[in-house]
């Protein structure tokens, strides 16, 4: 005890907590004091318990600390073992109760700090089964799960990428080699551009290269369209397919109906549905949720021994043996008045076990019909990726078509039997009616009878009675059942029990061998692990050195390879000028006039000549035009001048010529007036 509050209070006096605490200020700490500290450490686990516990009640501090230890995993130890004993003292602040939960919180901090934030996410929410009944809500649940197990997978690999990170050394060493890697395919790059510039025409190569690539591009993206519309327009005439064989049964199914026909097939759908939904579905239901309630039941009671299970069954015995005592005086007692409608409730029982027969047959057929039709249409969805539609063999279309008549036929034998079973239900309704109505009558015969007598209320009375016993009797064979049901998986369990302690006692003994064994392989292992470490650090510095090296001999290689090649480039350049040199040497020293004549020092010597004498004319016509330009200029204005003179008088003439022809129309018009 003594060594668990040195070693809580060295870590509260540590960081991030500062406490100042020795042995005697902590255990001189008052229980509200206590759950402050014990609210404090939980609060550095996970920030929401961050409060202060003088501002909530008593009853809410126990329940969020015991809900966060509960998520955190903590097992009260053996002195306080007991749930209601640990909550008592998580209340009061019991110091044999917070001692031990503060020794193992401050040992795994970290630990329970990464649990606490995985339990906010992966703490799974209890839905009631029957909200999930409701589709938005199942589907939101279901959604919630896959993104709990995504989280999961997220959280594992990011787990991984920490354990397995590398080192800050390797990505500054993965770093230089992709900078010396970059350079080398910048130099590359570069020599590239000199060579393909020496090519005559590379722009235009270029862009038609460019061109071509986009073009490839483009051709694959219009095949992949291609593919696609084509999937698409054989997944729509399939649809349409569907769509019309669908069209056309529904057609051949109206074909030969009328609006009665139609009326009554839908007045039977709604019989039967009305029928499933208030009798079948709610008996089914509170079947199921009884069934529930006794194994509930049954889990929640402790484990029963053998004398239990003995004593269970002569009780039971007992009970059965009083039930049919007292169902025997009943009969006897009251065998004449249930006689008269002991015909009628035989038929009703019978009629309502065929109805229930015939319904759960019919529900049966709906599920086989659902079932094929969706076997029809996934065959028809995987049509394209098998090539197509595929027919079945011959035989299996024949055994199919046989299975189908045969179901036809049933069937319509079914359909018979239910109208039979409507219509005979129908005049036993009508009985029933007519015998409540007599029963009625007969019962108010009675109550007068019963007034007259002085003794009213006497056969609602038994009638009270019969009814009790009836439930008791239900009650009392239910709970048989139960027992024995109960005893029998008792016997069971037992049996499976002792059937696997003595499958598992041999493997038990070798996995104590094993485990020995993994013990001693777990020792060697580390050893050898220690081993390989240290060589393999030492290799590793090794590697490190002879890649530095290589390296070094990789990049004078690629000098020595760049040199060569400039070398080489050059020593051809200057053969082809020491031949052209040869070749003009020749040209000059052979005797031959034609040779001599097509040496290139006399062509480049002539065409000089040429462009002198060239350059000597238009330096004489440049000297004439620059001492003629003042005299031409001026006689340039001169005729823009008489241009601009000469534009004038045009104008003024057409001018003088419209007004004289106005003058001549106004005079013509007045010697007009002057006739008239």
């Known amino acids: 005890m003594a060594d668990q509050m040195q070693f809580i209070v060295e870590k509260l006096n540590q960081e991030p907590f500062r406490k100042n605490y020795n042995l005697i200020s902590f255990d001189s700490l008052e229980p509200l004091q206590l759950l402050q500290l014990l609210s404090d450490v939980l609060a550095e686990i996970d920030p929401k318990h961050a409060v202060d516990i003088r501002e909530e009640l008593p009853e809410q501090t126990a329940k969020r600390m015991l809900n966060l230890l509960g998520i955190l995993k903590y097992k009260p130890p053996g002195s306080v073992s ?19 939960v503060l020794h193992w919180l401050l040992q795994r901090p970290s630990e329970l700090k990464k649990r606490a934030y995985l339990a906010r996410f992966l703490v799974k929410l209890e839905v009631p089964a029957e909200f999930l009944q409701d589709d938005t809500v199942a589907d939101i649940n279901a959604q919630y799960e896959e993104l709990m197990e995504a989280f999961k997978n997220l959280h594992k690999e990011h787990e991984q990428l920490k354990t397995s990170g590398l080192s800050t050394a390797e990505i500054r060493r993965d770093i230089s080699a992709m900078e010396e890697e970059k350079d080398r395919l910048v130099k590359r790059v570069e020599r590239l551009k000199k060579r393909v510039e020496t090519v005559q025409n590379h722009p235009r190569m270029l ?47 109206v074909a030969d109906s009328n609006p009665e026909s139609l009326m009554k097939k839908l007045e039977e759908e709604l019989n039967f549905n009305s029928y499933l939904v208030t009798e079948k579905m709610p008996r089914e239901l509170e079947s199921k949720k009884a069934s529930v309630f006794l194994l509930q039941k049954v889990v929640a009671e402790p484990a029963m021994t053998q004398t239990d299970l003995t004593a269970l069954q002569s009780e039971i015995n007992e009970v059965n043996a009083q039930v049919n005592q007292l169902i025997e005086k009943r009969m006897l007692k009251y065998e004449a008045a249930d006689s008269k409608f002991s015909m009628y409730r035989q038929q009703a029982s019978l009629v309502a076990r065929r109805k229930e027969a015939k319904a759960q047959e019919l529900q049966e057929a709906r599920e086989e019909l659902a079932r094929l039709e969706g076997q029809v249409q996934l065959r028809s969805s995987h049509g394209p990726e098998l090539g197509g539609p595929q027919a079945p063999p011959e035989h299996e279309f024949k055994q199919y078509v046989a299975k189908l008549r045969t179901k036809n036929t049933l069937y319509k034998q079914k359909r018979q039997e239910i109208s039979e079973i409507t219509a005979e239900c129908g005049i036993l309704q009508r009985t029933e009616e007519l015998l409540r109505q007599r029963h009625q009558a007969l019962q108010q015969q009675l109550q007068s009878t019963e007034e007259q007598k002085g003794i009213s209320g006497y056969s609602y009375t038994q009638e009270e009675l019969e009814r009790v016993s009836a439930v008791k009797s239900e009650m009392d064979e239910m709970k048989g059942q139960t027992l024995d049901n109960m005893s029998e998986m008792v016997k069971r369990l037992n049996a499976v029990v002792a059937e696997k302690k003595a499958s598992l006692a041999p493997i038990i003994k070798e996995l104590r061998q094993l485990r020995h064994k993994c013990q001693e392989l777990t020792q060697e292992r580390d050893e050898k692990k220690l081993q390989y470490d240290s060589c393999a650090a030492g290799l590793e510095s090794n590697r490190a050195a002879l890649e530095q090296e290589v390296k070094v001999l990789l990049e004078e290689c690629a000098q020595q390879e760049s040199n060569y090649h400039y070398m080489n480039c050059m020593r051809r350049s200057l053969e082809v000028q020491l031949q052209r040199a040869r070749e003009e040497l020749k040209a000059c020293v052979s005797p031959e006039g034609q040779q001599r004549r097509r040496a290139l020092r006399e062509q480049y010597t002539k065409m000089i000549l040429e462009q002198e004498n060239l350059g000597k004319k238009l330096r004489e016509k440049q000297k004439v035009v620059r001492d003629n330009h003042g005299p031409n200029m001026k006689q340039m204005k001169m005729w823009q001048d008489l241009e601009q003179l000469m534009e004038c008088k045009r104008e003024c003439f057409l001018k003088q010529q419209n007004q004289a022809a106005i003058g001549q129309v106004i005079r013509e018009g007045g010697k007009d007036r002057l006739v008239l």
């Not at 007991?82 to 031990?100: E, Y």
């Open 82 to 100: 007991d749930l209601s004993a640990f909550r008592q003292g998580l209340v009061t602040g019991s110091k044999p109760v917070i001692h031990p």
């Open 207 to 253: 862009e038609i290269a460019r061109q071509l690539r986009l073009e490839k591009e483009r051709e694959e993206s219009l095949a992949q369209q291609k593919q696609e519309q084509k999937s698409q327009l054989f997944h729509a005439e399939q649809r349409l397919q569907r769509a019309q064989l669908q069209l056309k049964e529904m057609q051949d199914a």
